[in-house]
């Protein structure tokens, strides 16, 4: 059984100021490489993932329409809309949510939106001052099968979304000029072998990150009481991908890169992303339920 963070620890390691959260409740119910391309399908026989993890718990604050981040809409329709519209069209059936900003608009929108999917909601009641590190260490028990995880604030395909549907993936892209956050090199092999988060003396890796991953049990194992190990020290501003670089490191995170350059996704952080998402998505998707 994994060691598990007592109460007495993550309450001491939280009462410094530089991780200041508290434990929130659970509701129940290198070189430049071409692109893999073997990694851009579907393994005939095998065994489809069919349960989603999605982070939405952020304000979005430099969007700054005020509304919950997945809420904000392209093309007329909310990411979260168009998300769950591409759940339902590659076969998910579950979806787990960690909710924190304005939480009741994503439940309410969930409510009426998508009928097709089982969904938990987790209440991530100290949003405000933790990072996606929190988030997805409060979902450490929820996940009892293999998932894929998902950031709130993409829009893709929803044929992309069906390559990450065989476990142990992640999506990536060619870093371009405009893009920045987390990026990583990728092996002969096609598997990706390190993680830079965000940008070390102006240097990156030659792909960034989709912010999509498909994620065994073993794995998810081996991150979790990783994650245990961060938020017991207090790093809950730090971001989950930290995680994943050590393990990159230590040869733990054998993940098979998909490539996403061949279609359509974007990631709104600002008012500029959405823009140019809204010329990228000119054809909105029939939401759930409409």
């Not at 519209?85 to 960690?98: A, D, N, T, Y």
């Not at 995880?149 to 929803?158: A, G, Q, R, T, Y």
């Not at 920045?180 to 940008?199: H, W």
Request: glycine share 8%; hydrophobic share 40%; net charge negative.
């Amino acid at each position: 059984m994994k060691p598990l963070v007592s109460v007495e620890d993550l309450s001491q390691a939280l009462a410094h100021p530089a991780g200041a959260a508290e434990i929130v409740d659970i509701e129940e119910s290198h070189p430049l490489q071409a692109a893999p391309a073997h990694s851009n399908r579907l393994d005939a026989g095998s065994r489809h993932i069919t349960t989603a993890l999605l982070l939405a718990a952020g304000s979005g604050s430099r969007l700054g329409n005020g509304s919950p981040k997945c809420l904000a809409r392209v093309s007329g329709v909310p990411i979260l809309g168009r998300l769950v519209s591409s759940l339902i069209e590659q076969g998910f059936e579950r979806m787990v949510v960690v909710v924190g900003y304005r939480g009741d608009e994503v439940r309410d929108f969930l409510d009426v939106n998508a009928s097709g999917l089982e969904i938990q909601f987790i209440d991530s009641r100290h949003h405000a001052t933790t990072n996606n590190i929190y988030s997805l260490w409060l979902a450490r028990d929820s996940m009892k099968e293999p998932f894929v995880l998902i950031e709130s604030d993409l829009v893709f395909d929803s044929r992309l979304l069906g390559l990450m549907r065989i476990s142990d993936r992640i999506a990536v892209a060619r870093l371009r000029p405009h893009m920045d956050g987390t990026t990583v090199s990728i092996d002969a092999s096609g598997r990706v072998d390190a993680f830079r988060v965000g940008a070390l003396d102006g240097l990156h890796l030659p792909y960034k990150t989709v912010n999509i991953y498909s994620l065994s049990m073993s794995i998810w194992r081996e991150v979790t009481r990783r994650l245990d190990r961060h938020i017991a020290a207090g790093r809950v501003h730090s971001y989950y991908e930290s995680v994943f670089a050590e393990m990159a490191i230590e040869g733990l995170l054998p993940l098979e890169a998909v490539n996403f350059d061949d279609g359509r996704w974007s990631e709104i952080d600002s008012p500029d992303d959405l823009v140019t998402a809204q010329h990228l998505f000119l054809d909105p998707p029939r939401m759930n339920g409409a």
